[in-house]
């Protein structure tokens, strides 16, 4: 029988209509039956980091949130690029999972970056600085495909399903490459899919 795979999925916005979370909850529906992705919701109830908030003091809504991101086997974050940057909400949640140092839970987690954009470069500028960041986490980032979602306020369906076909077959090879790189990591072994 296959391993279930669990995959969490960040969305570096709570906007009600967001577009990024929306492409989340697309990928999820694109997943084959042994990969589930799950969209955390409440990231906006963390506060923003304070390293007095650490050990004893630590908020619940951060140990939960940590508990949960260090049982999942990878993370898929989709954040909205504003002023040529990732959202102050991915960073500090981000800033959250990484501490301790090198001992967070995104060191060594398979790492999937995407997003979403009604411009036409879709989150390129954003996408490469949160690539940045994430090798300050040690975490293993996905390579290839670089999904760029453009123009993306029309290319979901009334239902919120992906409708642009040779988008969706990139987030499927997103979705298949982050599987694969879960499981060399499962295995221990060097992967070519990482950065
Ligand atoms: C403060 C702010 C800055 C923005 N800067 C950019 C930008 O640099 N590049 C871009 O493509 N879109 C930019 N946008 C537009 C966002 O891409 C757009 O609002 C997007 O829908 C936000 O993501 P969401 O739909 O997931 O909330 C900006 C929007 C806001 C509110």
Redesign the pocket.
Same mark, same amino acid.
């Given at each position: 029988m296959q391993q279930k795979i669990r995959i969490l999925g960040i $969305? /570096?916005?709570t *906007?009600s &209509? $967001?577009? #990024? @979370?929306?492409l989340l909850h697309a990928l999820s529906k694109l997943a084959p039956s042994n990969v589930e992705i799950e969209v955390l919701e409440g990231l906006e109830k963390l506060p923003f980091y304070n390293e007095d908030f650490e050990g004893e003091n630590l908020p619940g809504s951060v140990a939960e949130l940590r508990q949960k991101v260090g049982a999942a086997d990878g993370i898929i974050i !989709?954040s =909205?690029?504003? #002023?040529? $940057?990732f959202s102050a909400l991915t960073k500090n949640t981000i800033d959250w999972l990484s501490r301790p140092y090198s001992k967070g839970v995104l060191s060594d987690m398979p790492v999937a970056i995407t997003g979403? !954009? =009604? /411009?036409v470069? /879709? @989150?390129v *500028? $954003?996408q490469n600085q949160l690539r940045q960041v994430l090798h300050a986490t040690n975490s293993k980032v996905l390579s290839r495909p670089e999904v760029y979602v453009g123009g &993306?306020?029309a290319k979901f369906d009334e239902d919120g399903a992906f409708a642009d076909e040779a988008g969706r077959d990139m987030l499927i090879q997103l979705i298949d490459n982050l599987v694969t790189l879960i499981e060399q990591t499962r295995e221990n072994l060097p992967s070519e899919l990482a950065s």
């Open positions: $969305s /570096g916005s *906007r &209509a $967001s577009l #990024n @979370t929306k !989709s =909205p690029e504003y #002023n040529y $940057s979403a !954009s =009604p /411009g470069l /879709g @989150t *500028r $954003s &993306a306020h």
